[in-house]
């Protein structure tokens, strides 16, 4: 079982800059995954990402969306597919599987739904929970500021680090750090992303 998520940028055409999201992109892309094969950027600005480690798909997806939204004005549509991997090609867009069908359908639906953020597994019971907790936690997500987008972004990235040390990492006070994971919801994210393992565990 493996999981990929396909995404495109939301907006990118009206970015002041094309190489800043590219290149944030690009690194988050790299952060997820050493091995480059794993991933691609295609059409501009959409993409897909393979993550071998299903139970991580949930946190890697979010890590993306904060990625991206630390560039004002910007933002992601994310669709997650949980499945088998029936053939390995030299590049992601070339493997297939049940796990890469469903992301790209997926990803089909999204504009139509106004939704940024879907799951789709073999499991129509865990497809329909975890959804619906998905559009709950948009309801965070889709309206982080840059801050907020910012110390998500580090605090999936420095998992160990307590908000003193973020605060060093960023040069504000630790009570700031404090206000922002909580305007970002960082503790309920993470509750949602311990959930959304026990889920796929079960597939």
């Known amino acids: 079982m493996t999981s990929i998520i396909t995404g495109d940028i939301i907006k990118s055409r009206e970015a002041t800059s094309q190489t800043l999201w590219l290149d944030t992109l690009k690194t988050a892309l790299s952060t997820l995954s050493t091995r480059t094969s794993n991933y691609e950027i295609y059409r501009g600005d959409s993409f897909q990402i393979e993550c071998s480690d299903a139970l991580n798909s949930f946190k890697n997806a979010v890590y993306l969306k904060a990625c991206i939204k630390t560039i004002k004005g910007l933002d992601v ?3 997650i597919g949980i499945g088998d ?3 390995q090609g030299k ?3 070339e493997s297939n599987g049940e796990a890469f069908i469903y992301s790209g359908e997926t990803l089909e639906t999204l504009k139509k739904e ?3 953020l879907k799951l789709k597994t073999k499991s129509d019971v865990i497809n329909t929970e975890l959804n619906l907790y998905f559009k709950l936690a948009l309801i965070a997500m889709d309206n982080w500021t840059v801050n907020s987008a910012e110390i998500m972004k580090l605090s999936i990235e420095h998992p160990n680090m307590i908000q003193s040390d973020l605060a060093k ?3 504000i006070s630790q009570d700031a750090v404090s206000k922002r994971q909580k305007r970002a919801y960082l503790d309920e994210i993470l509750e949602l992303d311990h959930l959304y393992r026990q889920k796929i565990n079960q597939l």
């Open 85 to 87: 991997k029936t053939y």
């Open 91 to 93: 590049t992601v867009s």
């Open 114 to 116: 106004k939704v940024n």
């Open 169 to 171: 990492l960023i040069g």
């Open 77 to 79: 549509r994310l669709a």
